[in-house]
């Protein structure tokens, strides 16, 4: 019996590109050019870029490196890529995840940003202690910033959560920024997760 929901491969993906009349092409035993590939933000081309990574290595290094370069779309594009790419395959990000928080303070792309809190959301623990601390210091910050994107808020709440699971120490920190900057946000949901968040970090032991 023929697995009905099993990944296409890359040459099925160009099939099917082909009769949507998106082509793509490239050199016989070239590593494929993603910054030539993602030509477009549709699930098609995503997911084709996703099967066509797989679990190359290099590959995944490319999507890292466009997504850092912060030159949107293709930041963002790729960005989307990795994490799809990383959510079949966790090996993959786990060399980059020490980067990757270091890189958080630069963010200048909300959809990037909300990405790789995505991704993070999955991989809240970093072994560098230096990156953790910048990582949550990174956070507390954006949770009190109203010019972040409500996914961006809501993503760094969860994380903040899980690593306040690891180091009970900081969770009357977090709750207290909570509470001084839920007031002031706008969005009813987030209001409504934050004090939720606030209930669990000061009950749990």
Known sequence: MTATNAPLNPAQWTQILSRANIIITFAPMQKPDFS????????????YAVAMVGTDTELFRQLM???????????MRAARVADL??????ELIEPYLTDMV??????KDMAVKRVFLHILIRHSWVEDEEALCLMVDTLLLWIRDDN????????ALTILEHIAQVIPELKREIAMVLEEALPF??????QTLGKKTIKRLMTCK
């Open 36 to 47: 030539s590939i993602l030509s477009d933000s549709s699930r098609a081309m995503i997911d």
């Open 65 to 75: 490196d466009l997504a850092y370069g912060q030159k949107p779309p293709l930041c």
């Open 85 to 90: 790419s990383c959510e079949r395959h966790p």
């Open 102 to 107: 270091r890189q958080l303070p630069k963010l």
């Open 148 to 155: 972040q994107a409500i996914a961006v808020r809501s993503y």
């Open 185 to 190: 946000w706008d969005s009813t949901a987030l």
